[in-house]
């Protein structure tokens, strides 16, 4: 949050109330990368991408992709397992399905990364 210059004191620093222009904007946090809830929205307050753009999209691909993937498990543990050495060497009709969930989950995920880097970065903070 912006705020005016800061004033020193002998009990530290002290700040004068926002400016206008930090008042308009509000608080937001100035992120790299994310947290995330369960749901997998992001767990700041209004966020703000900063520092590399690319890096961020990375790094939003690839956690909002695992987080997708994981749901699709979680969505799937009803599924019952093969009895060790009683398998065969075709692939698993319920596997796949559960590995095609899993890619487009992570396909969707990869497009909402991007889209929210686009949305909030603001640059290398020169």
Known sequence: MATTPKKDTEAGVLQDKPTPKAAEHGDHDRIVMASRRADGSMD??????????????????QQLAQQAASAVDTAARGVSSTPEGAGSSEPDAEVQALKDAQDEAIATAEAKAEREVEERHQGLGD
């Open 44 to 61: 700041q307050v209004n966020p703000e991408f900063i520092g590399d753009k690319e890096t961020a999209v990375e790094a939003a691909k």
